[in-house]
């Protein structure tokens, strides 16, 4: 994930923070989605000085895979929300297996 959100910041966001309307052009997703994302807590933008709503790449690489997954399983916002939700949390466990995997390699070779 950390590598696509790189590419975001350096390639679309030459800011590191964008508007509403820019965010919902940005991650093509309809501004009903991104309002009810943040009404479930699941978005959390951040607000300007004039409270507009501030977005940055990790709120657009997740919105992004939440309309992906719902237009191809044809599933509501709030199941696809639990899915992208869910596959973060696979990917956290896997970096925490290899860097757990990494420790193990590196004390058997030390014995």
């Known amino acids: 994930m950390s590598s696509n959100i790189k590419r975001l910041n350096s390639e679309i966001m030459p800011s590191s923070l964008v508007g509403f309307e820019e965010f919902v052009s940005i991650t093509g997703g309809r501004a009903e989605l991104v309002q ?63 860097e757990l995997g990494g420790k193990m390699n590196s004390e058997r070779s030390q014995e």
């Open 36 to 98: 009810e994302a943040i009404e479930l807590g699941w978005l959390a933008p951040g607000r300007s000085a004039t409270e507009e709503l501030l977005f940055n790449a990790v709120h657009i690489y997740k919105v992004r895979k939440l309309i992906r997954i719902c237009q191809d399983f044809d599933i509501p916002t709030t199941a696809g929300i639990i899915i992208v939700d869910l596959l973060q949390r696979v990917d956290e466990l896997e970096a925490r297996v290899r």
